[in-house]
C-alpha cells in the first residue's frame, strides 16, 4: 500500500468520541440523568488482556471452541495492512507472524491519521462488551468481525456496531477523508443466522461472482440467495458460469454499503 497520501484531518473533529459523534447520535436525556453510560475508542490492531479475554469468551459462548492467544493475533491482530506514511516503526514487517511487535497500544482518537487495521472498543459503565475489527483504506472502511460478551447479546451488537461504524466512516468523511465511500460488511453466507442482520441493511450492494458486478441487494435476491435458485444475480446478464450445489451451498457474498 505505498502510495497512500497523508490525510488533512480537521482537527476540531478529533477533540473526543462524544462531541464526534453527537451529530448523528444526539441523546437529549441529561447526561448526569442517564442510567448507563456508553462509550468508545479506537486503537491500533493490536493483542491486549483484555481484548485476547472477551474473544476467548465470544468464541467459547458461540462456538463451543477454545481459542488460545495466538489464534486470535493471527486473525485479527497482525495484519500487514499499514500506512506507509505513519513514523511508528514497523521493524518486524518481514516477519509475518509477529507484526503486532512493534505497534503500541494507545487510544489514537476518533479519527485516525494513517491508513491500517484498527479495533473499536464498546463500553457500558466502564465495561468492555464489544470489539469491533476494521481496516481503513482510502476508499474504504472495511468492516472484518465483531466479536462481543455473548451476556450482551439482547442488545444485538452485530447490528448495533454496524450501524455505529457506518455513522462512524459519514464522520471520518467530512473530517478530511472525501475519497471515503464505500463500508464494507466483509462475507454473507446465506443459511447462517448470525450474519442474517447484513442482509437488513439498505441500501447495500451485493457483488455477484459470476457477473463480477455489483448489484443492489433487493428482498427478490436475498430470496434467490437463500434458496440457490440463480446462475447470476444480475438481471438480463449471461451467465459465464453456473455454480454446482458444492460451491452453491458454500460460496461466501462479499457487501458494501
Known amino acids: 500500500t505505498g502510495n497512500e497520501q497523508k ?37 491500533p490492531a493490536i493483542c491486549t488482556d483484555e481484548s485476547y479475554n472477551l474473544y476467548r469468551l465470544f468464541n467459547k459462548a458461540v462456538f463451543d471452541k477454545d481459542s488460545t492467544r495466538g489464534d486470535f493475533e493471527s486473525f485479527l491482530c497482525n495484519s500487514s495492512l499499514y500506512d506507509p506514511q505513519d513514523p511508528e516503526p514497523h521493524k518486524s514487517y518481514s516477519n ?11 487510544d489514537i482518537g476518533p479519527v485516525p491519521e494513517f491508513n491500517g487495521g484498527y479495533h473499536m472498543y464498546h463500553r457500558i459503565d466502564g465495561k ?15 468492516s472484518c468481525y465483531c466479536f462481543y460478551d455473548p451476556s450482551y447479546r439482547l442488545l444485538s451488537p452485530g447490528a448495533f456496531t454496524c450501524i455505529r461504524e457506518i455513522e462512524y466512516m459519514r464522520k471520518l468523511r467530512s473530517a478530511g477523508r472525501p475519497a471515503l465511500r464505500y463500508y464494507g460488511m466483509e462475507d454473507l453466507v446465506p443459511g447462517n443466522h448470525k450474519m442474517e442482520y447484513k442482509q437488513h441493511m439498505r441500501p447495500t450492494e451485493i457483488f455477484c461472482p459470476i457477473a463480477s458486478q455489483w448489484v443492489l441487494l433487493t428482498d427478490e435476491i436475498v430470496q434467490k440467495i437463500i434458496t440457490k435458485a440463480y446462475t447470476t444475480l444480475v438481471h438480463g446478464a449471461e451467465a459465464v458460469q453456473k455454480l454446482s450445489k458444492e460451491i452453491a451451498e458454500d460460496y461466501v457474498f462479499r457487501v458494501k454499503i
Open 128 to 142: 468492555l462488551f464489544a470489539i469491533t475489527a476494521f481496516e481503513l483504506i482510502p476508499s474504504y472502511l472495511l
Open 7 to 43: 490525510f488533512s484531518i480537521n482537527a476540531s473533529l478529533n477533540r473526543n468520541y462524544e462531541e464526534f459523534f453527537d451529530e448523528f447520535c444526539p441523546n437529549k436525556t441529561p447526561k448526569e440523568k442517564r442510567r448507563h453510560h456508553y462509550s468508545v475508542s479506537v486503537h
Open 96 to 106: 509475518q507472524l509477529r507484526l503486532d511487535g512493534d505497534r503500541e497500544f494507545k
